[in-house]
């Protein structure tokens, strides 16, 4: 790096010695300076290129985005009218055929639309000329017919039209209406379905709740067993169906009517269900 730096001072001292000597810079035998066009200058075509600086270089015309080439040209050179195909901004640019575009210089310019050349007018003879004036009146009133035809026509189509706008947009109303009266059945729709759902739902649980009450009833809710009181009467005594205990508890369970049946001597069958819910 200090290699490279001293290097660079060296030339650069080099260079303003030899400016200050010579009264001229070295730059230019070796960057051009575009003299002619002048920046930014209106001009005719075909357009003169002058530069002073290193020869030839390569020359290049260029037009927004596109680019003509026009190879390695000496200072001067002519940039030929053709190349010119409508009047506005063009930039010329210069590079080195060696370095590229390490060394280069751009110029833009404009160009102005060419002077139209004036016809030379004919001589003509007057009765001619009379004659042509009235056929070019005829051929202009015709022409002016032909215009109003078209004009009327033009506004009546124009009318027609006016009226097909407005019957649409009256449609157009009436779709938004009939639209807007459908959005409010749909949501007055959509809330009846709500509700319906919550009524639903309500019955559901309701319909879950009676159910786990009858699942909870037993499916019998008193036993019993059939009894002779006094066998041994004759005649016998009727047999009675015996149901509770000894001290009025009804038998809820068939454990419990096994337990007194187990001890009283009249039981003459086993426990079984007397009193069930569908009874």
Known sequence: MRRIAVVFLLTATTVMI????????????????????????ITNAPVTVRWEGPQPMLATLRRGGRRHALGLRPSPFEIDAGLFHRPGQYAIELQSPKWGGLIQAERRFLVRQPPKEEPTPVPTDKTDTGKDLDETIRRLRSERDRIESENQSLYDENTTLRLDNRDLSQSVDEL???????????????????ELMQQHM???????????????????????YLSYPH??????????????????????SQLECALTRRNDPTAVSPCACVGSVWQ
């Open 18 to 41: 030899t400016d200050l000597t010579f009264k001229s810079t070295l730059l230019r035998t070796l960057w051009p300076v575009i003299l002619t066009p002048a920046d930014g200058a």
């Open 202 to 224: 309500a019955a559901l649980q309701e319909n879950q709740l009676l159910r786990n009450r009858i699942q909870a009833v037993p499916d019998c809710t008193t036993w019993g």
């Open 176 to 194: 938004n209406e009939q639209q807007e009266q459908t959005n409010n059945r749909l949501v007055a729709l959509e809330s009846q379905q709500a």
């Open 231 to 252: 066998p041994q009467t004759i005649p016998p005594t009727r047999r009675i169906v015996v149901v509770s205990n000894g001290q009025g508890v009804v038998f809820r």
